[in-house]
């Protein structure tokens, strides 16, 4: 089964099977459960996290609690299929970020998760920092989430569209982006196997995933436009919201504008690039 089949919509009862038991990784050994066939870690903040996930999107995109749920349980997967790579990790971090990395993309009413002027990444961030240190202020374990596990979150949510960048981060951080990874409709992933696969979309469908996202990805270019003129999100304004024009606000633009300005005012100047024999080809 490839990742573009729509899996029937099963009732989620029954896929999260407790069985409470306990594994290593990164900092000694933590409880675990199992979901979807997948053993994952089960601490009071992955619970609650996944009880935000499940109630705060319920109403307007519940296509995002299934898009959270696969993107932690197929990088669950695949960890767990490498001994020592699931002994080297924070997997709670692992399973915070990997939950809570779109908290960019909410549509509620003023919502405490979105600004006018960030993209959903920088948003999803920032705000999971955020959603972490009020978690600790309530339940306690302010020293346990330290600033470079804030940080870990916070470069593996804030990379997550930046192809490539995540390979020189803290592992736990390059964990998160690459699970968001395993949700692109590419080829299945050795690294989690195809039964893994089959239970995970069993559990949490993907059948409106790209229809929620085309939705929401044209949404913020209505409502933030200026925040996705340098981005891709700039697409989607240009072909689906009326009036949509980041012409004059791209990259290129910007450089083109201030070509023309230094030109302007230093017109006696000469520029000589000088070209060395590689042809200026830095790959040769």
Known sequence: MKFSSIVSNLALAGAVAAHPSSSCGKG?????TVIAGVEVIDTPIVRDVRTFIEEYYKDYQPYLTNHLYRTWLFGAAAINNNATLKASLDLEVHAVGSMLH???W?????SPYVTADYSFEVDSGRFAMDWIKNWTATNGGAKEWDEVRLQKVNLGILLQTFVGSNEFVFPESYWITKSVG???PTPESPLIGAENYDNIWKAYS???????TNFTFTNMAVYKPAATYTTFLSEFGLHYVPGYNNTDNTLFALIEAGLQGEI???PDVPFVQSIPPNGANPLE
């Open 206 to 212: 993907n059948s409106t995933m790209f229809r929620g």
């Open 102 to 104: 779109d908290l960019g």
């Open 182 to 184: 395993f949700e692109f």
């Open 106 to 110: 909410d549509i509620k009413p003023h």
């Open 264 to 266: 302007a005012e230093y």
């Open 28 to 32: 000694g050994k933590h409880p675990t």
